[in-house]
Structure formats: structure tokens, C-alpha cells
């Protein structure tokens, strides 16, 4: 991994293996057909097989106007960031992938990336003011953008309606705020005791759809405005953090077991009242063996004195977005941006709506994405933007840097929560070292 290295040698090392691999591996150049491109078939990779059947739809239909067969692979997690750092996987880069915030700041500053500026500008279906500025300039360094966002993301509450029916518990509602959500989970952990059944979960590396949010709702931050400094050790976070630590943690399972098995899948085992969750996981619970159990609710609120980064009584969700990228070694960089262009277009981004795919990037193209789920009501992710405040995801150049910190070091404080005060400081050092290390 290169996260601890600095730009100017991560820029170095990253250059170098795209050059090697791409040299190695890149076909033979061929004259371009009518459509003006010089290949066959494009690979593209992602890594939520969720995605993959409207992904390829929308992409086959493109090939049937262009006449470049476009082929989606899935690699897991892990594998994908060791496949774009490595430069190639069995040969080459794929020629179009996804880029996200918490990497996408080295692949930029490396000239990984194909420059997608003078396509942008003679492309009529791509207008950047459509989309949600936050996303457009996560992909964007020094005036130039290096991806086109896929689509935005929000946070809302997930419960299951058969473990609030079996101890007479009241559903939540979208007039919850945290002190209602503290309530109800402790009510479930006390009557569900003798059965191993928890009111709610939560795990350390559950940032953006978790502990992140009572941060920003508390008028806390995680990093300063200009990215140099941590936030960990403001006043306003230690407080949600504390917070958490008091009306949330006896009411989970201990940090060991969710260490091990994951609170989503507790939650898909029956084990957990009511979670946290993004909406990119839609999927994984509406075709869910107890799909029918499941609801969503808006995510609560925290109701004080108005000082939060949300008005008084009105709730935080983060948000964040992908983008689609393509390889600066691509050998059709007309095909590969044509390709990223159909998905991210107007009738793209409906379409990946409709199909269920994610919600759009594209302002105003996601209502489609509550109707494409016909039994389960998904809309409190959208309502939530017309009744909350969406704080956009935390980054830095070398996120995963002290992201990966946090998954390690707030474990302390999930085991011993009166110690929360003292780790979130601690975590502020470490950060602030990372963030040094990045300058």
C-alpha cells in the first residue's frame, strides 16, 4: 500500500507502474471505425455486484449505438484498490473504473486518470451544473476533472418491524430524534436479553453511515475546512461522541463480537433491532430472505440549543458519491469517455434510477429510485434532503490514512465508553499526524 508515502513519490511509483503495465499490455493500435473508435471492447470494473445488472443494461444499450462491447467486472473491496495501485491485474488497468473520495485525491495528483476536461466541453448530454457540486469537486484537482459522478448517496434509519412487534415496542418515526432512537434500543436490549437480541448496532468503521453523523448533528466536525487539521478533539464532537458512549453503547452487542460478525449482518440475522444504514445497501435488504420485516424511517435528530452544523431540531445525514473515471493509458480515451458520458447522462442517470442501481448523481433524477423498490418504502433517503441538512463525507488526500486509525483506535473506547473523552483527543494526534504527512 502507498497511503504513508508522500505525493511526490506516490505520483512517482504510480506513473511508473502504469507505464510498465499499460506498455506490457495495451493492443496494438488500429484505425478507428466510423464511430471514431479504436476498439472493440472496453473492461470496466467496479466492486458492489449489487450493481452489476443495471450497470451492464445501460452499458449494453450503449453498445449497441457504438459498436464497443463493454465487459463489467466486479472485484471485491480490498482487490480493487490493490488492482489500481498495482497498475495491473492479469495484464492491464481496466480502461473505465469507479473513483471514491477516500482514494481518488493520489490517483489525481499521479496523472492516473484521463483528463476528461475537453470532452466534457464538446459534450452537449454533459452539463457539470446538473450534478451536485460536492460530487463534482471530490473528482476535480488543479481546474481539471478526472471523473464524472455516478451518484450520491444519504442515511437513514433501518429497523425490523418483527423484533419491535415481539416487545411491544413503538416503530420509529420520521419525527424521531436521538434521544427517542436511545430509548427504543434500550427498551429492545432489555426485553430481548434472555434471546441475544440487541437494540441497535454499531461498529467503529461505521463512519459515514454511523458515528459521522451524530458528529456534524452535535455541531462537531471531523476535519477542519481546509483539510489540515483534525477535528476529533472539538468540543461539539467529544460531546456526540460521549453522547454515543452513554445512550448508545449499552445497548449494542460488545465491540468483540461486532469486530467479528459485521452489524449488518447481525441485523440480517435477526439480532438487531434497528441500525444506521446508506443507501447504497437498499439492495442487500429488500431482496433479503425477511425482506418484508425491514422499513426505513428518516434518520433521527438532535433537538439542543441550535449550534449544531444542522438547524436546532433538524437532522444531519452525510452524503457522498461515486464517480466514473477512466485509465490516462486507456487505449480509446474517445470510447471510454463515451461510455462514462452514457452513464452519467441525463437519460443514464434515470435510467440507473429506475433500474434500482443507486440514486443519481444528476440533480432531480433519484424519485425513480424510491419507485423501483414496489414493497418496501425507501423514500425517507430522499425526504431526508428536503428535511435535513446533507453534510458531505470527510476527506483528505490520504483519508483512508486515518480512517484506518479510527478502526483501530476507537475500539478503546467502544469497550470502555467512559473513556471516550480521552480517545477521541488521541485520536485527534494521530490524525493530525496523518494529515501533517500529507502536506
Not at 52 to 62: F, K, P, R, V
Not at 178 to 191: E, G, R, S, V
Amino acid at each position: 500500500m502507498m497511503s504513508g508515502m508522500s505525493k511526490k513519490a506516490i505520483a512517482a511509483a504510480l506513473s511508473t507502474m502504469i507505464g510498465l503495465s499499460s506498455a506490457a499490455a495495451l493492443p496494438m493500435t488500429v484505425m478507428a471505425d466510423d464511430n471514431g473508435y479504436k476498439t472493440k471492447e472496453l473492461k470496466v470494473a467496479i466492486w458492489d455486484n449489487n450493481q452489476l445488472n443495471g450497470l451492464q443494461q445501460i452499458a449494453d444499450e450503449w453498445s449497441k449505438k457504438s459498436g464497443v462491447k463493454v465487459q463489467i467486472d466486479v472485484i471485491t473491496w480490498n482487490e480493487y484498490w490493490t488492482l489500481l495501485e498495482s497498475g495491473a491485474s492479469g495484464g492491464t488497468l481496466p480502461d473505465v473504473f469507479w473513483m471514491h473520495i477516500n482514494e481518488a485525491q493520489k490517483y489525481m495528483d499521479a496523472d492516473m486518470l484521463l483528463n476528461l476536461n475537453d470532452y466534457i466541453e464538446a459534450d452537449d448530454a454533459i452539463d457539470l451544473n446538473n450534478y451536485y457540486d460536492g460530487i463534482v469537486n471530490i473528482y476535480r484537482s488543479n481546474d481539471v476533472q478526472y471523473a464524472l459522478p455516478k451518484d450520491h448517496d444519504t442515511i437513514a434509519l433501518l429497523y425490523n418491524k418483527s423484533i419491535f412487534d415481539k416487545y411491544g415496542v413503538d416503530y420509529p418515526t420520521d419525527d424521531w430524534d436521538w434521544d427517542d432512537y436511545c430509548a427504543a434500543a434500550a427498551a429492545i436490549t432489555k426485553a430481548g436479553k434472555d434471546d441475544d437480541i440487541y437494540g441497535t448496532a454499531m461498529n467503529t468503521n461505521d463512519g459515514q453511515d454511523g458515528w459521522y453523523n451524530f458528529i456534524y448533528d452535535f455541531g462537531g466536525k471531523l476535519i477542519s475546512d481546509d483539510g489540515k487539521t483534525s477535528g476529533m478533539d472539538d468540543e461539539n464532537t467529544i460531546k456526540a461522541m460521549t453522547y454515543l458512549a452513554d445512550n448508545l453503547f449499552p445497548s449494542m452487542p460488545d465491540q468483540s463480537l461486532m469486530a467479528v460478525t459485521a452489524p449488518d449482518v447481525m441485523f440480517l440475522s435477526g439480532k438487531i433491532g434497528m441500525m444506521l444504514q446508506g443507501s447504497w445497501m437498499v439492495n442487500t435488504f429488500y431482496t433479503a430472505e425477511n425482506a418484508s420485516d425491514y422499513a426505513w424511517a428518516e434518520i433521527p435528530y438532535y433537538d439542543a440549543n441550535g449550534n449544531g452544523s444542522c438547524d436546532d431540531g433538524e437532522r444531519c445525514s452525510m452524503y457522498n458519491g461515486l464517480g466514473w473515471a477512466a485509465s490516462a493509458n486507456t487505449a480509446d480515451p474517445k470510447a471510454a469517455y463515451d461510455l462514462i458520458s452514457a452513464f452519467c447522462s441525463k437519460e443514464g442517470q434515470l435510467k440507473q434510477s429506475e433500474l434500482g442501481v443507486t440514486m443519481a448523481a444528476y440533480k432531480g433524477a433519484s424519485d425513480a429510485f424510491v419507485d423501483a423498490f414496489k414493497e418496501m418504502d425507501i423514500s425517507p433517503f430522499l425526504d431526508v434532503e428536503k428535511n435535513g441538512t446533507l453534510i458531505q463525507h470527510p476527506a483528505s488526500r490520504n483519508t483512508t490514512v486515518w480512517e484506518s486509525g479510527f478502526t483501530t483506535g476507537l475500539v478503546a473506547a467502544w469497550q470502555d465508553p467512559s473513556s471516550m473523552a480521552d480517545v477521541c483527543k488521541q485520536m485527534a494526534t494521530m490524525m493530525n499526524k496523518a494529515l501533517a504527512n500529507e502536506q
